[in-house]
């Protein structure tokens, strides 16, 4: 993956909302949702909406189909993959005494003595639902 693509998967990513309609397709998997239904789940006015999905499309993390009279959004998962693996393979083992790429880290940050299997499933994320204020 190349630098420009992880810094822009990266920015997209590191805003509030976009993060949050991201962990909602993810949690739906490949078949999405409607752009209806990811609004309404988070309260989001179209226009809204509209320009963040548009965020993150170019940054490859979503993808969007016509379904008859609605559009449908997907996660793209071979660009979250990519942008993981960039991370972990160019990230993790910085400091690490000749450390190349190779070393993946472990959950509390520490890099690990061996590398990581790769998983070509994606988990699903913990999402919380959002608080009503009464």
């Known amino acids: 993956m190349e630098i420009k693509s992880v810094v822009n998967a990266l920015g997209a990513l590191a805003q509030e909302t976009r993060l949050r309609i991201f ?4 949690e739906h998997g490949r078949a999405g949702l409607p752009a209806g239904d990811i609004g309404r789940k988070l309260g989001l006015p179209p226009a809204t909406l509209s320009f963040h999905v548009k965020e993150l499309a170019m940054a490859g993390l979503v993808s969007a189909r016509q379904q008859g009279r609605y559009i449908r959004y997907s996660p793209g998962f071979a660009a979250m993959r ?17 450390g190349h790429g190779a070393l993946a880290c472990t959950a509390d940050g520490s890099p690990s003595a061996e590398p990581e299997r790769q998983v070509s499933v994606m988990p699903k994320p913990n999402v919380r639902p959002k608080r009503t204020i009464v």
């Open 82 to 98: 990519a942008l993981v693996g960039y991370l972990s393979e160019n990230c993790c083992d910085a400091g690490v005494e000749g």
């Open 23 to 26: 962990r909602l397709l993810v």
